[in-house]
């Protein structure tokens, strides 16, 4: 073999950033926990929704979901926008699930005609 190969892949003295390279905040972490419980949660409820007993039980997480919609929504995009500038591509992927949750949670309780509640408070 020829050394031409190893000689065109030499080790730039500016290498890009990875996801190794950024150690996560506590906050990040945590909101990704939450994502991946929401994540967890709705799946299995939204493929049971297809019968409709458990369709109420998608509407009743739906709503759980309204009642904190904008602390999550608020966590989401912190996180969205902390991992989008770090190149981190599970991480941004992960909020914006997380933002499509509360998204879709509005849709379904306001399709539903059910009162949207968040922090105790009637809209």
Same mark, same amino acid.
């Given at each position: $073999? ?12 500016? &290498? ?9 905040? =506590?906050? #990040?972490?945590? #909101? ?10 709705? /799946?299995? #409820? ?23 919609? &904008?602390?999550?929504?608020? $966590?989401? /995009?912190?996180?969205?926008? =902390?991992?989008? !500038?770090? !190149?981190?591509? +599970? ?11 509360? +998204?879709?949670?509005? #849709? ?9 509640? $968040? ?5």
């Amino acid at each position: $073999m020829s050394d031409v190969f190893w000689d065109a892949q030499e080790p730039r003295e500016d &290498p890009d950033t990875s996801e190794l390279r950024y150690r996560r905040p =506590w906050w #990040v972490t945590l #909101v990704a926990l939450i994502d991946l419980l929401l994540l967890l949660a709705i /799946v299995p #409820v939204g493929i049971f929704a297809l019968i409709p007993f458990f369709f109420l039980i998608y509407l009743y997480l739906a709503q759980l979901i309204i009642w904190v919609a &904008p602390l999550l929504v608020l $966590m989401n /995009v912190l996180v969205f926008w =902390w991992s989008f !500038k770090r !190149k981190q591509a +599970a991480t941004t992927a992960l909020a914006a699930l997380g933002l499509a949750f509360v +998204a879709v949670s509005f #849709v379904v309780v306001t399709l539903w005609q059910s009162p949207i509640v $968040m922090f105790g408070i009637t809209l």
